[in-house]
Each structure stands twice: as C-alpha cells, then as structure tokens.
C-alpha cells in the first residue's frame, strides 16, 4: 500500500526527523489561510499524488506570499497531473501540501528497502538526490553508498558513520544525520515497511538536514497488526476494478491490451500473458482466482472483468487443483447469461474435474470456445481477434 507525502512526513515527524513546517488543504482558501499560519517569506505548495516526479510535471510550485499559495493551489487542485510514474492518463490532485520554502544547498539521497536476495533491510544514500535513485544506480553506481543491516542485531551507531563519513559528510552533518537515519529505519521497520525514503533529504543554507520529500509503501501482508497505517489509505489513488476485486479477495491487475484474462496462481498468470504476447495480442488485464475460489467469486471475478472496457475477448486459463474445474464453470456459465457478454470467451481447463467441467461448458447453450492447452487458446483467442 501506498500513502501521500503529507502523510509519510507526519510519521516521519513523529520519529524525530525533521520536515518542513506544513499542512494539507483540500481546497484554495484553506491553502491561503494555511501559509498564512506559517507565516515565512516562500511557500511551496505541492501536489499530493502517489506517484514521483510531481516537480517536472507541474504540480510543485515555490510561491512568496499567501495570496500566491492560494492562486497556486488553485491552479493545482483538480488538475490531471501526468509524471513518468502515473502513465499517460495521470492522476487527478485532491490535495495539496503547503510547506515553508527551504532554502537549498544541496539535495541527497537517503531510503531504506528490503534487499530479498540478502534477506535483510539494506539503507542506500547518495549525494545525488533529488533524481531518482534508479537512474543514478545506472549511471554511476558508486555514488550509491549501502549498508546492509542485520535484523538480528539491528540498527548499531556505527552505521551512520559508515553512511555519513562514506557519502563525504562533516563531522556535524553526520551527527545531524545519525537522528534522522535511526527515525527512518525505525519507522521503517516498527510500520512494516517495503520503502521509506527521503529524496531529497535537504543541506539547507543554514547548515540543516531537512526531508523535503518522503514516500513510505507497505507490506499489504502486515496491514493487519498496522490499523493506523490501514486507516492512511486512499481509494482515490486506486484503480476502481482492482479496489472492486479486493472486497471479493480477488487479485485483479489492470493492463493495457484487449484480452481480458481469468486465471488461477501468479505463476499461471505470468504464463498466460507470456503466451498471449509471443502469439501477437496483449492482455487488458489480469483476475487471479486464487486456489479456494466459490462460484460466486468466480462470477464477481468474471463481471470484474467484464467491466473493463478494453476487453474484445476473453482468455480463461485455469489449472484445477484446489479449484475445481467444475467450480469454475458453473461460475463463468452463470456470469455469462447474466452479463450477457458480446466478447468471445476462450477456455482452457485442465486438472480436478475437468471433464465434469468441460460438460458444464457444452452443455450450458453459450458460445463458450474451448481449448486443449494454452498454445491453441492463445491462438484461438488471437484468432477470435481478429474475426
Ligand atoms: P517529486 O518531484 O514528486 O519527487 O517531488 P519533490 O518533493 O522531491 O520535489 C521536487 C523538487 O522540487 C525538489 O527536488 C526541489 O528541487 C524542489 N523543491 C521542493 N521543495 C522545495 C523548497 O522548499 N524550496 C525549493 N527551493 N525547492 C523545493
Ligand atoms: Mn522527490
């Protein structure tokens, strides 16, 4: 799960790393009468989305005077903000954040992930900041400075030196930075946390550190024991069908092909859409059933599907284990004369019941187009394209 930068800083805040002064608005007068509480010379007013870049993209603006922030605001607020992580069709700005404008000497980079193959949490920093960190590990990796921590003895003191001294800090600003480092790896480990990062973390002309930005995701699996961190989401952000298909436990991911596809495991999911590539077509989405799927989760899941507007033709490629196969078609048959579906539906069935399945398929009176392995249902759903 994802959550805005406003509320990523209020975390950040609480373990002691210092952000700018600031609060979210939802609307122009609100933004005016904020900067006005915070009462400095510039403002920065910045569009709350879930995705980077905002800057490039128009939705960060440094202005000098309350009445700016509102007309800034205004501007911003309601605008369809395209970066390089939304995709083209952008995100809509229901909010923005008014900070106290930060006066600059330097941008850094400071985040914390988890590195799988290492099995354990590893921070990175870097003196170029303010870009994203996965250009500059392409560029020029060695101004990536890492430190792997142990998650059994944890986060030691001497890690900051390592990082700070590695990075060509001073002495005071590694000390400066020892806070801000344990607040983001606390944080990062106490919130069941995938990512925390802070790009950029600020060298103000004064002489501070500073989190200008900061972008927190979580481990979905670990929202349950995190209700504060549940209670941060927002719909909005989200895309409507996945939301739809996660109130049914269904995994439904949103592509940008015309084959509309239902299957059963990840694995099978990669597969299918490899397939449905190599054979000339591309998937408009994905629906993972999962293994204990009823007939009412797989009709929730069929009309999910169904629902999305790019879908000319449909591909079912399940393997029956825990599902049964013919689980399975009673749901999609009932889906079907209910939805009253135009598209060609392809099915490829195989394993628990798959010929009780199939029967069901016949038998039903629709015009369902069966398939034996997924080669000839990629290349009937191919065919069916193109007719
Ligand atoms: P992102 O583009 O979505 O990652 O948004 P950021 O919050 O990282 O802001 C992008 C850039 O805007 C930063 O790298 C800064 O250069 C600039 N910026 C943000 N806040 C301030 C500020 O208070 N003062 C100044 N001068 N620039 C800022
Ligand atoms: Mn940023």
């Known amino acids: 799960m994802k959550i805005h930068e406003y509320q ?38 910045k569009a709350q989305i879930h995705a980077g870049g905002r800057g490039k993209g128009g939705g960060i ?29 952008g995100r809509i700005v229901r909010k923005v954040l008014i900070e106290e404008g930060v006066e600059i000497e330097e941008e850094l980079y400071l985040g914390v992930v988890v590195d799988r193959s290492k099995a354990c949490p590893v921070i990175m920093a870097s003196r170029e900041g303010g870009v994203e960190i996965e250009r500059v590990a392409g560029e020029s990796p060695e101004k990536i400075v890492k430190e792997w921590i142990s998650p059994v003895t944890g986060f030691r003191p001497f890690h900051p030196n390592k990082i700070g001294f590695g990075l060509g800090l001073n002495l005071g600003q590694v000390g400066k930075m020892r806070g801000i480092l344990s607040g983001l790896y606390k944080s990062f480990i106490e919130k069941d946390c995938l990512l925390a990062e802070i790009n950029p973390l600020v060298l103000t002309k004064g002489g501070d550190l500073i989190a200008l930005d900061a972008k927190m995701n979580f481990d979905d699996n670990g929202l349950f024991r995190r209700k504060e961190i549940a209670a941060l989401r927002d719909l909005n952000e989200e895309d409507p069908l996945e939301i739809e298909a996660s109130k049914y436990n269904l995994n439904y991911i949103k592509l940008d092909g015309n084959v509309g596809c239902m299957v059963n495991g990840a694995g099978l999911a990669m597969a299918t859409m490899d397939i449905i590539k190599v054979t000339g077509a591309a998937p408009a989405n994905f629906l993972d059933v999962g293994g204990g799927a009823t007939v009412e989760m797989v009709k929730n899941g069929f009309e999910i599907l169904m629902s999305d507007k790019d879908v000319k033709a449909v591909l079912i490629n399940i393997f029956g284990g825990i599902l049964r196969c013919d689980t399975l078609a009673v749901g999609v048959t009932e889906a079907v004369s209910e939805v009253k579906v135009k598209v060609p539906v392809v099915v490829r069935l195989e394993g628990t019941n798959v010929e009780e399945g199939r029967r069901i398929l016949r038998d039903s ?7 034996q392995g997924m080669k000839e249902a990629a290349e009937k759903v191919v065919e069916a394209l193109k007719a």
Do not use: C, D, W
């Not at 800083?9 to 900067?35: C, H």
């Open 8 to 45: 990523a800083k209020e975390i950040l805040k609480s373990y002691g790393v210092p952000v700018p002064k600031g609060r979210v608005a939802e609307t122009p007068e609100e933004a005016g009468r904020i900067a006005k509480e915070i009462g400095t010379e510039t403002f920065v007013v």
């Open 61 to 89: 603006r440094v202005v000098h005077s309350a009445r700016e922030a509102q007309n800034a605001a205004k501007k911003i607020l309601g605008m369809t903000l395209v970066t390089h992580q939304t995709g083209p069709a």
């Open 365 to 371: 009176g629709l015009n369902f187009i069966i398939a």
